[in-house]
């Protein structure tokens, strides 16, 4: 549960594209070593909160405190280098490039970043296909290297956007199964997810989004103990 050593501290987060506002006031916390997961529908400003996180959405107010530092007014780079690292749905690992050489691009932002063979040793399915180029990777394939990318700048707060989408039932377990050995490694994770069983899976805690606002938030538990309480939110 949230308490007075909040690692992430968001508070009345309002964003906007262009003219239309996607955020109304999002407030929540993630504590050091949670697994935190911001579920809802479909546009209900799940992705642009971790944008927003990140400073890739620039026309954002309110507060975003990271280690107690105001991240609103600096760049991406800069909030990089606080410590955070962003997975986007869309994955964006290069095609054209091997797996190892895409694990070969990300700079060193703090000490402990994952060496190639720890994360091989993290993702074995990936050595295996360390020669392949981007466009050779099955969609989990795909989704376990851009995870692992990430994991090579040393940062160690975690911000995933929907890594289980469009991946087969087999396959969204693996992913699950990786997620959770990387909370128990230490790294804290904020998750951007719509597959209530996934989120039930991995996380401490959830963040009910609707209409760019918070509107509840549940322990693990009680969303396992009250599933029609959050599939109200959902329309399932």
């Known amino acids: 549960m949230p308490t007075d050593t909040a690692l992430l501290e968001v508070t009345d987060l309002r964003a906007w594209y262009a003219e ?8 929540f916390r993630v504590n050091p070593g949670e697994l935190v997961t911001l579920i809802g529908r479909n546009g209900a400003g799940k992705t642009t909160t971790l944008r927003s996180i990140m400073g890739i959405v620039k026309n954002r107010k309110g507060s975003i405190r990271f280690e107690g530092n105001e991240l609103i007014g600096k760049r991406t780079y800069q909030i990089a280098r606080q410590g955070i690292a962003y997975c986007p749905e869309e994955r964006g690992i290069f095609a054209s ?3 190892r050489e895409n694990l070969s691009l990300p700079p060193t932002l ?7 063979d720890a994360l091989f040793e993290t993702f074995p399915n990936l050595r295996a296909r360390a020669s392949s ?14 995870i692992a990318r990430i994991l090579r700048n040393g940062c160690r707060f975690l911000l995933l956007d929907e890594p289980s989408e469009g991946l087969a039932p087999v396959v969204v377990k693996e992913i ?19 597959n209530l069983n996934f989120a039930r899976s991995v996380a401490d805690r959830h963040v009910v989004i609707e209409h760019g606002t918070v509107v509840d938030q549940l322990t693990n538990d009680e969303l396992s103990a009250d599933l029609n309480r959050v599939k109200t939110y959902l329309g399932v």
């Open 20 to 27: 239309s506002q996607a955020l109304q006031g999002i407030g």
């Open 133 to 146: 180029r981007g466009t050779q990777l099955s969609g989990g394939e795909q989704q376990m290297l851009a």
């Open 97 to 99: 490039l091997s797996v």
């Open 110 to 116: 703090k000490s402990g970043g994952m060496s190639e």
């Open 176 to 194: 699950g199964a990786q997620i959770r050995r990387l909370k128990a490694q230490g790294y804290t994770i904020l998750l951007v997810e719509q």
